[in-house]
């Protein structure tokens, strides 16, 4: 029992002295973390590849990493253990990259002419602080968090702060160009509603103009109560959806049921929260599918 507490300031036998030990709470700020970082980190992803990340719980040897890492790079009010890790252990280590790109309010950006609006309000209070945490999904943002990012390695690293900066820079101008092929892909279409799973993509609707309509609030639920169920089939009977969009992470069988009775068909649209289990692909490429996706269900031109 003591053992364990007792080398959380001199544990770092086992790290890379060449490098940067980062440890990144989930998939998108790993990606970051390692565009960024480059060969000068090295990064580890607390949430393992096909698991669904809301509600990571971290085992005593992930704890010993969070004490020991050198950089923690996470998103406070998204994984409460990740949360309360940092809490104990994360000393001035930590980088909440919701400190450097405030999240919007969970409630502002939702599809609320209906009585959705209370439902929103519900979850974002399960969530603790009002706030949607699914900002990676704005290509611009995830940007900014990459700079400020930079920053951060190169106080940690100075001897290399300017390759942080250069690899920024680069990662901004990949995400620029997606975010324009998002602008230009998503302008023209017969519809902007599209039916998700767990309301994750608040940022993405934002920034191109469309609107969700959620199963489930900020969290993803196993199954919604079948009011809203009625609900969200009805919705998207108004809106004449095409397609019952579920997650890679999540099981496809609400989706399903839902699509069966309004006659619509299912497809991935992918919260990036995790990649899958096979670990194939990466942000981009899962953001250019989930555009793919999104101008087939909305009739893009
Ligand atoms: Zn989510
Ligand atoms: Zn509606």
Redesign the pocket.
């Known amino acids: 029992m003591t053992a364990a507490s007792a080398c959380s300031t001199d544990g770092a036998t086992s790290a890379d002295p060449e490098r940067v030990d980062v440890v990144a709470a989930f998939y998108p700020l790993q990606f970051v973390a390692e565009r960024v970082g480059g060969d000068a980190v090295r990064v580890t992803n607390l949430a393992k590849p096909g698991a669904e990340p809301?509600d990571l719980e971290l085992n005593p040897a992930q704890v010993g990493q969070v004490s020991e890492a050198e950089l923690i790079v996470y998103l406070a009010g998204?994984q409460p253990a990740v949360d309360e890790a940092v809490k104990q252990n994360g000393g001035d280590r930590a980088f909440d990259v919701a400190t450097v790109q405030p999240l919007l309010d969970a409630a502002a950006d939702g599809h609320d002419h209906e009585d959705e609006a209370a439902g929103a309000a519900e979850h974002a209070e399960e969530e603790g602080n009002g706030k949607d945490?699914?900002v990676w999904l704005d290509p611009t943002r995830l940007a900014t968090i990459g700079d400020k990012l930079a920053e951060r390695l190169g106080r940690a690293d100075p001897d290399r702060a300017a390759d942080y900066t250069a690899r920024a820079r680069t990662l901004r101008a990949e995400l620029t160009k997606l975010d324009a092929e998002y602008t230009a892909g998503l302008k023209t279409c017969q519809r902007r509603e599209i039916v998700v799973s767990?309301?994750?993509f608040g940022y993405l609707t934002e920034r191109y103009q469309l609107e969700q309509i959620g199963l489930s609030g900020?969290?993803?639920e196993d199954e919604p109560a079948p009011q809203r169920l009625a609900e969200v089939a009805e919705e998207a009977r108004e809106h004449q959806a095409t397609t019952i969009f579920f997650e890679t992470l999540v099981s496809p069988k609400v989706a399903e049921t839902i699509a069966k009775e309004v006659g619509a068909k299912t497809a991935v649209l992918d919260?990036i929260?995790g990649l899958p289990a096979d670990g194939r692909g990466d942000y981009l490429s899962v953001m250019r599918d989930n555009l793919t996706a999104l101008r087939t269900a909305l009739s893009c031109s």
């Open positions: 809301h998204f945490p699914h767990h309301t994750a900020l969290t993803p919260p929260e």
